[in-house]
C-alpha cells in the first residue's frame, strides 16, 4: 500500500519563475493539504482540498494555488516566486471530510530552492 | 485552534525516558491533543491523540491531566533513533479546519 507520494524530490527555480509540486494521496483517502514548512520552523497551513474544491486556507498570498483532481490527487502552483518561497513543501492526506488533526499522513515533501 | 507551548529542546541519554510537556491554556471542550514527529527532510508522522486521562500505544503515551490544560507525551525508553521534532497540537478531530504547527520540541538523545 503506498502511502502519501510527491513529486519532484528537489526543485531549483529563478525568482519570478512558477512552479508546479504534485502529490498524489494515501490510497483510500480523498482529502489533500498541502504545508510551507521553513528551516527550522513547523509546517505552516496553506489549503485543504476535498471533492475538488479548497476547504480551508491559510495566510498565504494568491500566488498559491491548488488543485485536486477527480483521483483525489493534488497539485500545489506557486507564481511570480520569491526567495522567501524557498522551503519543504509538505502534502498530507486523510479520509473522508475530516483533514483534521487526527492522523493525517504526510508525504516526504518537496524541497524547493528559489535563487 | 488552540494555542500550544513546548520546550523548544530536550536532551536525553539513551534507554532513559523522555516526557515532553505542552502547555495548551485554552483549549476547548471538543478539541483532542495530538502528537506528531518529524524527521529532518521527511515529513511529520503521527505517534498518538487523545482527550483525557491516558492513552498508550506501541510507540508511546499520552498523559492528560483532568483540566486538560496541559498533556505529556512519554516515550519510554528512548534509543538514537527517536532524535526528532516533536509536536504537540490541539484542535478538533474532524472536519476542515487549518491545522497549526508550532516550532515543536527538538528531542536529541545522546548515547
Known amino acids: 500500500d503506498a502511502g502519501v507520494t510527491q513529486s519532484p524530490t528537489h526543485l531549483i527555480k529563478t525568482r519570478g519563475q512558477q512552479v508546479t509540486l504534485r502529490c498524489s494521496p494515501k490510497?483510500?483517502?480523498?482529502?489533500v493539504s498541502w504545508y510551507q514548512q521553513a528551516l527550522g520552523q513547523g509546517p505552516q497551513f496553506i489549503f485543504q482540498?476535498?471533492?475538488?474544491?479548497?476547504?480551508q486556507r491559510g495566510n498565504f498570498p494568491d500566488r498559491f494555488s491548488g488543485h485536486q483532481f477527480p483521483n483525489y490527487s493534488s497539485e500545489l502552483n506557486v507564481n511570480a516566486l520569491l526567495l522567501g518561497d524557498s522551503a519543504l513543501y509538505l502534502c498530507?492526506?486523510?479520509?473522508?471530510?475530516?483533514?483534521?488533526?487526527?492522523?493525517?499522513?504526510f508525504g516526504p515533501g518537496t524541497r524547493l530552492t528559489v535563487t | 485552534l488552540a494555542k500550544t507551548t513546548q520546550p523548544i529542546s530536550m536532551d536525553s541519554y539513551e534507554g532513559q525516558e523522555v516526557n515532553i510537556t505542552c502547555s495548551h491554556n485554552?483549549?476547548?471542550?471538543?478539541?483532542?491533543i495530538t502528537w506528531y514527529q518529524q524527521f529532518p527532510s521527511q515529513g511529520p508522522r503521527f505517534i498518538i491523540q487523545?482527550?483525557?486521562t491516558k492513552v498508550t500505544n506501541e510507540v508511546a503515551s499520552l498523559f492528560i491531566p483532568a483540566d486538560r490544560k496541559s498533556s505529556t507525551l512519554s516515550l519510554p525508553r528512548v534509543s538514537l533513533s527517536d532524535t526528532a521534532v516533536y509536536y504537540c497540537?490541539?484542535?478538533?478531530?474532524?472536519?476542515?479546519?487549518?491545522?497549526?504547527f508550532g516550532t515543536g520540541t527538538k528531542l536529541q538523545v545522546i548515547p
Open positions: 485554552n483549549i476547548a471542550t471538543n478539541d483532542y
Open positions: 490510497s483510500g483517502h480523498d482529502t
Open positions: 498530507a492526506s486523510s479520509s473522508t471530510g475530516t483533514g483534521g488533526l487526527y492522523e493525517q499522513y
Open positions: 497540537l490541539v484542535g478538533v478531530s474532524g472536519g476542515y479546519q487549518k491545522v497549526t
Open positions: 482540498y476535498y471533492e475538488e474544491e479548497e476547504r
Open positions: 487523545g482527550y483525557k
